[in-house]
């Protein structure tokens, strides 16, 4: 059976940005609530009293509160070690079968330098790598052969290492990536383990996004 409250709740999920706001309660309930009536009398199939849909808000507001905000926020402020590394290359090819023993190749080179990044991830049908900028001409020599699909310089990495209940924390990254979206930084690349991840932003922005996560610490 649908309720006022089932439909409103529905409706904030499908808008992550709106259910950030919600959650952090900087929204002004009663506009969102003659914003939502039309839609959500649709939704009911006959009429919804202004007054219903902000109390249902004021209601998953306290509950967004709690489900999203203070588990994720306790385990933020044990967020470990912030690590930034800049003058990064980005690299994705098309999948082939020869590109792995190339690859093994490259590898081989690069443990011959000292203090050099690098890592790599598969997808179906690509192939990312990402390694400093000093050594970018060993992945052009290596892979000279291969399909270039994208390449993109000039980036920085920020990792983070996450306490290990981020596992069993649902909307962790969710709730980090929102802050940076916020701010306008686009991410190039994502990495992770199970403890820590890696994100790829253009130098201009890394600062920027240094901070955004920083100040995850001391919400």
Not at 18 to 27: M, R, W
Not at 146 to 171: A, C, M, Q, W, Y
Not at 184 to 211: C, H, M, Q
Request: hydrophobic share 40%.
């Amino acid at each position: 059976m649908k309720t006022v409250s089932s439909i409103v709740e529905n409706y904030i999920k499908t808008k992550p940005f709106l259910l950030g706001a919600l959650s952090q309660n900087i929204i002004n309930l009663t506009s969102l609530a003659r914003n939502m009536m039309k839609e959500l009398e649709h939704e009911f199939d006959k009429d919804v009293k202004q007054g219903a849909i902000v109390m249902a808000l004021k209601r998953l507001s306290v509950d967004l509160d709690f489900r999203l905000n203070h588990r994720i926020v306790k385990l933020l402020k044990n967020i470990g070690e912030i690590t930034v590394r800049s003058s990064l290359c980005d690299f994705t090819f098309a999948v082939s079968d020869t590109f792995l023993n190339k690859q093994a190749a490259l590898i081989s080179e690069i443990n011959t330098f000292t203090d050099i990044f690098y890592t790599s991830s598969r997808g179906v049908s690509e192939i990312n790598i990402v390694v400093s900028e000093r050594v970018s001409h060993l992945v052009e020599k290596h892979f000279d052969t291969e399909k270039l699909l994208h390449r993109f310089d000039n980036l920085s990495s920020i990792t983070i290492k996450l306490p290990k209940d981020n596992v069993s924390t649902p909307g962790i990254y969710y709730f980090i990536f929102q802050r940076l979206a916020w701010e306008g930084i686009t991410i190039n690349e994502v990495i992770s383990t199970s403890y820590e991840f890696t994100i790829l932003v253009s130098e201009e922005e890394v600062d920027l996004a240094f901070r955004v996560i920083k100040d995850l610490k001391s919400l």
